[in-house]
């Protein structure tokens, strides 16, 4: 079993080697945090955002999509506080002229804390063996409890000193913790500035030239194209409360601290709902689709103990509620989705700047209210990785080879099946194209003739591929093909004419109501 970090090393290579995902640029040297999806990585997204697509807008009757533009007005992100308050702390070192985020070095110094914690755990278990209780272990270890004082001290100092805003006393922490920057070794930092994450640039003659409107930001999040179509939708598509908006779109933020690879990126995608509730009913709502949302995830396959809910203590001053759903990456559990219960902030922001009315009329209660929100927000690249990276695995084989194995959800898989001639003549190749002329309506199919059976069987099992289907001789006279199950590898015979019911039966929409 490789170590967390060799493990995510070959997760990035594996998604290169084999067409998944490309650094941007990459013939000159890169963009930071820029990825591009290649043939097979596009199938992968392109089918989570079906998944969504259809559990969020197919299968409900109130909610529907839009997509709106990336360009949107700048006053728009002056009412939703990005302009003022969508901030991360940074900090220089002198020496190296490096940036870093504040709360990143501390964060990530707590976590060096954690590690120790983990190691002592690892070393005890070396010597308890299944005898060894981790709860007591960390509970009574003096060694382990003195990291977890130090780790408690600095969480409770960190915490009200972000929530202040207090930016000297950050850099007080940095220094009193001694954090040295990781490639000058030098304790040789800068203040602590706050630096905007919205990429803004000059648009030039945008019609109203009042306070700073000829900048144009790239949006740093999708929500706003839906709360400022709230009318537009509510009264064309006659909407009524409770109702969801629902739209899947590109986002960009200038992370300062870009890494682990899709996982933060400056450019990315996001899968976001708002639903539009009677205010009082929002805490309900909440529940519900913390709940729902939940239920999506695991309708996928994966365990349920590689996902858990993060509640917030600290509320956003307009939540009234808020959770992440968070996933087991290969460095840890991290933020997957968020949901989040935001009041009427948005709307009755958007109210006060525009100066129009964004309210609904509730014919039941017979009066006009500004509705409560209820977001839930997830990153394609985020549920790509997720997915991926624990589909991604070395299985030993009975005969002691090794396979690698992508064992994809079969509803998201780029390729449904592989369609293989045994050998590249006697009519096989052709059997196996009249196959797929019958099947390429319905599925994604490859077809591949290249190389042993069981080498092309490897391929099709490192790219997440469900099922090979072989024509061999046998076909030819009795119009029969070999299915063989990716993580099974069980083979069964079956008619061509059964094809197509077998793949549609094996390879259904996951139902998540
Ligand atoms: N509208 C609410 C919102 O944008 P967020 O927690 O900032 O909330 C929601 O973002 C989700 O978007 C996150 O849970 C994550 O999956 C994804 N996301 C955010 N920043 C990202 C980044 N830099 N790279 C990739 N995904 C990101």
Redesign the pocket.
């Known amino acids: 079993m490789p170590n967390q970090e060799d493990f995510f090393k070959k997760v990035v290579s594996h998604a290169k080697e084999y067409g998944f995902i490309f650094p941007s640029s990459e013939i000159y040297d890169g963009l930071a945090a820029v990825y591009d999806y290649g043939q097979l990585g596009t199938e992968l997204k392109n089918n989570i955002k079906q998944y969504w697509w259809r559990a969020m807008v197919q299968y409900h009757e109130n909610i529907v999509g839009i997509d709106s533009a990336i360009f949107m007005h700048p006053r728009i992100w002056k009412a939703s506080g990005h302009v003022d308050a969508f901030n991360d702390p940074l900090i220089d070192n002198r020496d190296s002229k490096k940036r870093y985020r504040a709360d990143v070095l501390i964060e990530d110094h707590i976590a060096k804390i954690e590690d120790k914690i983990n190691k002592e755990c690892d070393k005890a278990h070396k010597r308890f063996g299944e005898a060894f209780d981790r709860q007591q272990f960390v509970s009574t270890n003096a060694r382990v409890l003195e990291h977890q004082r130090q780790i408690d001290e600095i969480h409770s100092r960190y915490s009200e000193l972000m929530n202040a805003g207090d930016l000297a006393g950050l850099k007080q922490l940095i220094l009193d913790l001694g954090i040295v920057c990781p490639v000058s070794g030098t304790r040789n930092w800068t203040d602590v500035r706050q630096f905007n994450l919205m990429f803004s640039m000059k648009g030039g003659n945008i019609g109203d030239r009042s306070d700073d409107s000829d900048t144009l930001y790239l949006r740093?999040?999708?929500?706003q194209g839906i709360f400022v179509n709230f009318l537009n939708v509510q009264k064309s598509g006659r909407m009524k409360i409770p109702f969801g908006i629902a739209q899947i779109g590109k986002?960009f933020?200038n992370?300062i601290v870009?890494r682990q690879f899709?996982?933060?990126?400056?450019e990315?995608e996001?899968m976001?709902m708002q639903f539009f509730v009677r205010p009082g009913t929002e805490l309900e709502w909440f529940r519900h689709w913390k709940e729902e949302r939940l239920r999506w995830h695991l309708a996928l396959g994966i365990p349920a103990e590689k996902y858990r809910y993060h509640d917030h203590e600290k509320l956003a001053h307009y939540a009234n509620a808020a959770t992440?759903i968070e996933f087991e990456f290969p460095f840890g559990f991290k933020?997957?989705?968020?949901i989040?219960s935001r009041t009427d902030f948005d709307l009755s922001r958007h109210s006060e700047f525009s100066g129009k009315k964004l309210q609904y009329f509730d014919s039941e209660l017979g009066e006009s209210y500004t509705p409560y929100v209820i977001?839930t927000?997830?990153?394609v690249?985020?549920?790509f990785l997720a997915i991926f990276s624990h589909a991604l695995r070395d299985e030993v084989l009975p005969d002691g080879s090794v396979r690698t194995l992508l064992s994809l959800p079969p509803v998201l898989a780029p390729y449904k099946a592989a369609v293989l001639p045994l050998v590249k003549k006697d009519g096989m190749p052709e059997k196996a194209r009249q196959i797929i002329d019958t099947l390429k309506y319905d599925f994604m199919l490859q077809y591949d003739e290249k190389d042993a059976v069981g080498r092309r069987y490897r391929r099709q099992d490192a790219i997440g591929t469900p099922y090979c289907i072989t024509v061999d001789s046998d076909t030819l006279t009795d119009d029969t093909v070999t299915v063989r199950d990716r993580d099974t590898m069980q083979q069964q015979r079956i008619p061509i004419q059964g094809l197509s019911d077998f793949l549609h039966q094996h390879i259904q929409p996951i139902h998540v109501e």
């Open positions: 740093p999040e999708t929500a986002a933020r992370e870009a899709i996982f933060r990126m400056r990315f996001q976001e992440d933020e997957l989705e968020g989040h977001e927000s997830i990153g690249d985020r549920t």
